[in-house]
């Protein structure tokens, strides 16, 4: 439960930044991609770092959303990408 009222008019239309972590190898990034099709891509998709041991890639977006309902349905479709291990 929200401790306040959110005032939507003051938080969207806004660029939010995804950072999603995969599993390294897995065709997660393609599927990503075509997903953001659907979506006002800011900054593109872009693979950040490698973890030590090589088993996960961090993945960087910015998405503009023009509403909460965007948004959820933006992560809700990007946690159920196969080999999408964190999304945040």
């Known amino acids: 439960m929200q401790p306040f009222a959110i005032d939507e ?11 999603i972590t995969v599993a ?3 065709p997660a990034h393609k599927a990503i991609e075509s997903l953001l099709a659907d979506y006002t891509v800011t900054s593109p998709l872009q693979a950040g770092h ?7 890639q961090s993945l960087q977006v910015a ?8 948004h959820l349905r ?7 990408v196969e080999g999408v291990r964190i999304l945040l």
């Open 9 to 19: 008019a003051d938080v969207y239309p806004a660029t939010h930044h995804f950072r």
């Open 50 to 56: 490698t973890s030590a041991g090589g088993r996960y």
């Open 74 to 80: 933006l992560d809700q479709a990007l946690r159920a």
């Open 24 to 26: 390294a190898g897995s």
């Open 63 to 70: 998405v503009h959303l023009a509403c909460r309902a965007d």
